[in-house]
């Protein structure tokens, strides 16, 4: 029988897995999200609930994000719906470290996964959009930029799959700190973690009055993305 992993352990094989790589890529998701999945995944790993399983449950989280944005009280559904999206991110830290730790992952969990992923970020950036226009009383405008936004953040990840693979990043932290870091990097790196702060930008956007800036935020902040996207992807075939 499989040994039932501790949280040191958990904390181990995220120190030697993905930490490195999430600090350049999704800084907001070690900040606020990483911490509160450890102990999920160390409760889990002592039940039969498959990483796929947490997974499925996500998608449901998703399902009701634009429910939510459209169908509750005014009052509350800009909160719930930050709220089912940090969910929502917590949870996918769980499923793929609890596939690791478990020995249980599979190639159906990691495309149930990735679609998950993508529909969560296309409906949260819809549902921030239905958001401003019940605020504002808008129509369908703010709606029609949020699908546009969501519209590019799946596109600008259809561009990075579509190019050459990425070339493994060295492991030697000590050479990597040595050869220094540019500002430029900083930056990119900055820009490209802040996709897990979304949904704390849209409480605070919620707090001031800023839902519909929030949305043009959204709009660059896609745009972005895809020229991002575009350029590594370019690189890597011109390298």
Known sequence: MRRKPTLAALAADYRNGKVQDELRGDWAVVIFYRIWS?????????????????????????????????????????????????????????????ARITGRASR???????LVDMAHWGLLYASIGVLADRVAGTGFFWTALGCAAGWLRLYARVVRDAGPAKPEASTDVAAA???????????????????????????AGWAFGGIGWLVV??????????????????GRATS
Do not use: H, K, N
């Open 108 to 114: 159906l969990g990691g495309m149930l996964d990735f």
């Open 217 to 234: 935020f959204l709009i660059a902040y896609a745009v972005t993305d895809v020229v991002d996207a575009g350029l590594q992807s370019f």
């Open 177 to 203: 700190i040595s050869s220094g870091v540019s500002a430029g990097e900083v930056l990119v790196a900055f820009v490209a973690g802040l996709s897990g702060a979304i949904p704390l930008l849209l409480l």
């Open 38 to 98: 450890f102990p999920l995944v160390w409760l889990f790993a002592r039940t039969r609930v498959s990483p796929s399983a947490i997974t499925a449950f996500s998608g449901l989280l998703v399902l009701m994000l634009p429910a939510s944005a459209g169908l509750l009280p005014l009052s509350v559904a800009g909160p719930a719906v930050a709220a089912l999206s940090c969910a929502v991110l917590t949870l996918d830290c769980v499923d793929g470290a609890l």
